[in-house]
């Protein structure tokens, strides 16, 4: 058996089940051809009740018949409904390359490096400066969700320009004084950054907010002490004397 034919019989497998592909693999040894075609019409009927989804595409009979065909190593003689043809040979697939090498700053990602290749490629010095700045914001950004704390503009434009190798160069006085890297809010002003609670901190303040509550903290026990001024009030004040009879 071939490479090629190896593989595809791993995928017919892996699709419709070993106890179906050993099914298959007994019609050759079935002598008689009206009852070796009947088992195979029994095998089709079987793989579409174990996949019923089959029959909603389209040519499906036809397609598991020549898949019948192609785990009978192209060799079954049946009264099959459609023409058994063996499928075009399918090649093994390429073993992918796994990169070898990492991005300079983990915090950044090689999505950044790409950024700040495209940013080199511009020809005009405005542009290139509205690119930089709006790298430097994301770096930023990335560098307080990978740290989980700030990141000085100086700290930023140094990584900026080790990665472009010196061609992007901001001005430190100017990103410092009009706020470059900072996502803005509706104000005006940057927006403030929260560092993120890890699921179990979160959890846990919640649930403490939940004990707080229902000891009589925050405003609960506010409306019980209401509620104790309310009856102290009431026993205090004197009940008016009624008129003699």
Do not use: C
Request: charged residues 25%.
């Amino acid at each position: 058996m071939t490479l090629p034919s190896l593989h595809k019989h791993e995928l017919l497998q892996r699709e419709y089940g070993q106890s179906t592909f050993e099914l298959v693999q007994q019609l050759a040894a079935i002598e008689d051809r009206a009852e070796r075609t009947r088992r195979a019409q029994q095998i089709v009927q079987l793989i579409f009740r174990l996949q019923p989804t089959l029959r909603d595409q389209p040519d499906s009979q036809a397609k598991v018949w020549n898949h019948v065909f192609e785990m009978a190593d192209g060799e079954l003689d049946v009264d099959a409904p459609f023409p058994l043809v063996a499928q075009v040979n399918l090649a093994p697939p390429q073993r992918l390359a796994y990169p070898t090498k990492g991005p300079k700053f983990r915090a950044y990602g090689q999505v950044v490096e790409q950024l700040v290749a495209q940013a080199l490629t511009l020809e005009d010095a405005t542009e290139r400066e509205q690119a930089a700045i709006v790298i430097g914001r994301t770096m930023k950004f990335l560098y307080r969700s990978h740290n989980k704390e700030n990141a000085k503009d100086i700290t930023i434009i140094k990584h900026l320009r080790e990665l472009s190798n010196g061609q992007l160069d901001l001005d430190p006085d100017r990103v410092n004084t009009e706020n470059l890297f900072e996502f803005t809010t509706a104000t005006g002003r940057p927006a403030p950054f929260i560092v993120p609670q890890p699921r179990q901190e979160r959890e846990n303040s919640s649930g403490g907010g939940n004990r707080r509550g229902g000891n009589g903290g925050g405003s609960g026990g506010s409306g019980n002490r209401r509620d104790k001024q309310r009856r102290g009030g009431r026993k205090n004040r004197q009940e008016p004397q009624q008129p003699p009879q």
